[in-house]
RNA sequence: AGCUCAACCGG
């Protein structure tokens, strides 16, 4: 069951979700029995293909198996799978009913609000998390943003940004830079997007293409010019 | 052997 979990975690590791449920078939066909470490890949698996009723068959089998209580990478699995395939309420539902939940479950939970465009929902997400003792991390902060950015509530987003500051969490994390720098952008603050880029410890070809398309969106192409400039300036290559 | 995360374009 090892060396099947492994395989298939591989699988899921490189974007291949049908391939990872054809393993997860052939180990099924063998005779072998997946534990909770399995059927956490599989329903990766799942949500990367986005198997829906494969997913609530493999959860069915978990909560027949007794295996969810306090198995949190499984519960998150199970969560994850639900959102990125669309079914948001039953991902709340399995969130509400978890014994063990952490970050990472409310990160998996608000990214899946954030892909159908449920902006305010996510953002609510965010007060329930931290009611509930649960501290953000450097992924909510980046989903929090994104959400700020699409629902245009450049509060929130200054709010974090000084949050994100107080944690000195813009030292080891471009993505959060990055997030930063496409937030001011998107709410048109492009002076603010540039002032963020300046002072970030490091950027890279995403982070200054955030700033090149919030130029661009506004209509500054000689901004958006000089910015690709410097960017070229700086020895980062354009993708 | 295991869970969540950043830009642009096209569909």
Request: hydrophobic fraction near 45%.
């Amino acid at each position: 069951v090892v060396c099947w979990s492994a395989l298939i975690s591989g699988y899921t590791q490189n974007g291949q979700g049908e391939q990872a449920l054809y393993c997860f078939e052939c180990m099924l066909r063998e005779g072998i029995l997946p534990n909770a470490v399995t059927y956490t890949c599989v329903l990766k698996a799942c949500a990367l293909a986005g198997a829906l009723d494969k997913g609530k068959h493999i959860h069915f089998e978990i909560i027949n198996q007794g295996l969810l209580y306090n198995n949190v990478e499984l519960g998150n699995a199970l969560v994850d799978m639900y959102a990125k395939c669309g079914a948001l309420a039953n991902a709340r539902n399995v969130l509400e009913k978890l014994s063990a939940r952490n970050v990472i479950t409310w990160n998996a939970l608000i990214s899946g609000y954030l892909q159908a465009n449920e902006c305010e929902l996510a953002l609510r997400c965010f007060e329930c998390m931290q009611q509930e003792g649960v501290l953000p991390d450097a992924v909510t902060y980046i989903s929090i943003l994104r959400a700020s950015a699409a629902f245009g509530a450049l509060h929130k987003g200054i709010e974090i940004h000084k949050e994100v500051i107080q944690q000195g969490l813009l030292q080891d994390n471009v993505m959060i830079g990055t997030a930063l720098v496409d937030m001011y952008a998107k709410c048109g603050v492009l002076s603010m997007a540039h002032d963020v880029i300046e002072q970030l410890p490091s950027r890279n070809v995403v982070t200054w293409s955030a700033l090149i398309a919030g130029y661009a969106d506004t209509l500054q192409g000689d901004e958006a010019l000089n910015c690709f400039e410097r960017m070229l300036y700086e020895g980062i290559f354009p993708n």
